[in-house]
């Protein structure tokens, strides 16, 4: 695969975004402090409220300044405030930084308390490069300050801030880190921001020369967070493989792109029609259980530069999703 263009860095184009975001912090509603080791944390839902606002401006940083994430009304469609996001560089954007692809861990004793578990996401990831993915786009960033997004309901214990800042090889003062539970407006708001990065993960999974990839939009409704964090989980995973539509532009072979819009969506997974939460509950609450077609959007258009032919594939399912989301007054 090609590599990337060398003068984008995903760091250094995120910090405008990222300041903006601090310059901004009363506004959107979070909260910004450093840590005993001087590392920024940006609370966008812990204890501060966050907001819809918020959660755009997280996902913004999240793609490496790569990408546009707006809302859009369109209660025509079934449901009233959608989610929009696009990239003319969506492998960058949404593999390179938005993915949420590097694990970081702790056990009970390197906590003093519970263990902890989350997977980062944004720039940051591209600094640290400890995930394959990297090599395969032979990409890594270098960049003397980075920012890295935790989908997590509470502050990564000093182990895991360690460990970030050693692989990054940052100074604690160049670091930030976002933390957004999904049980919050923001959290809810950037990860069904990420529409457009689960068909660019489900196209390399599906082996698709993301280097053909040269072109992205994409929109998915925004639920009202869910009451705790599996049924927050349950209405973001359902937003985008019931209500995900997906354009995408590449080249290369005319059967390949077919293939990719036949492939790509989620009704190809063996689950498709109901809830995430109730598939996670079946499954045990273990992802690896759930068959992997799933993690998909619903409907997918890919259009073909080469012949200029566009094909569609799967569909959207709003009477599942207002079933779920909305209740009559």
Same mark, same amino acid.
């Given at each position: 695969? !090609? !590599? #990337?263009?060398?003068?984008? !860095?995903?760091?250094?184009?995120? $910090? #405008?975004? %990222?300041?903006?975001?601090?310059d901004e912090a009363a506004t959107l509603r979070v909260r910004v402090q450093r840590d005993?080791?001087?590392? $920024?944390?940006?609370?966008?839902? %812990?204890?501060? *409220?966050g907001s819809v606002e918020a959660g755009l401006a997280v996902a913004r940083i999240c793609m490496g300044g790569l990408g546009e994430v707006g809302l859009r009304a369109a209660p025509e469609e079934g449901w009233p405030t959608w989610v929009q996001v696009s990239s003319?560089?969506?492998? %960058?954007a949404c593999l390179g930084s938005q993915y949420a692809g590097w694990s970081l861990s702790a056990t009970k004793e390197e906590t003093g308390g519970k263990k902890f578990f989350a997977l980062g996401s944004g720039p940051a990831r591209a600094l640290?490069?400890?995930?394959?993915?990297?090599?395969?786009?032979?990409?890594?960033d270098r960049a003397d300050a980075g920012v890295l997004v935790l989908e997590v309901d509470r502050l990564p214990p000093n182990v895991v801030v360690e460990k970030v800042l050693r692989d990054c090889a940052l100074p604690p003062q160049g670091l930030t880190l976002?933390?957004? #539970? @999904?049980a919050s407006l923001a959290g809810t708001t950037q990860v069904v921001a990420r529409v457009l990065e689960v068909a660019l993960h489900k196209a390399h999974e599906l082996g698709f020369e993301l280097s053909d990839i040269v072109g992205g939009s994409a929109t998915a409704p925004l639920p009202s967070p869910g009451a705790d964090g599996l049924q927050a989980?349950?209405?973001?995973?359902?937003a985008i493989l019931y209500g995900g539509r997906v354009h995408l532009l590449v080249r290369g072979e005319?059967?390949?792109?077919?293939?990719?819009? *036949?492939?790509?969506p989620a009704r190809n997974a063996r689950e498709y029609g109901r809830s995430f939460a109730d598939i996670f509950k079946a499954a045990e609450y273990d992802f690896y259980k759930i068959d992997g077609a799933l993690f998909a959007p619903a409907e997918v258009w890919v259009s073909h530069l080469g012949s200029g032919? @566009?094909?569609?594939?799967?569909?959207?399912?709003?009477?599942?999703?207002?079933?779920?989301? %909305?209740?009559?007054a």
């Open positions: 695969m !090609s !590599s #990337p263009a060398d003068t984008l !860095s995903v760091n250094h184009l995120a $910090q #405008p975004l %990222l300041q903006r975001l601090l005993e080791f001087g590392v $920024q944390v940006v609370d966008a839902g %812990l204890e501060a *409220q003319a560089q969506p492998v %960058l640290a490069g400890r995930e394959d993915l990297f090599q395969e786009m032979n990409y890594r976002i933390v957004t #539970p @999904t989980m349950g209405r973001t995973n359902d005319e059967e390949a792109a077919r293939r990719l819009a *036949q492939q790509l032919r @566009t094909w569609r594939g799967g569909g959207t399912d709003m009477g599942l999703l207002r079933g779920l989301w %909305l209740e009559e």
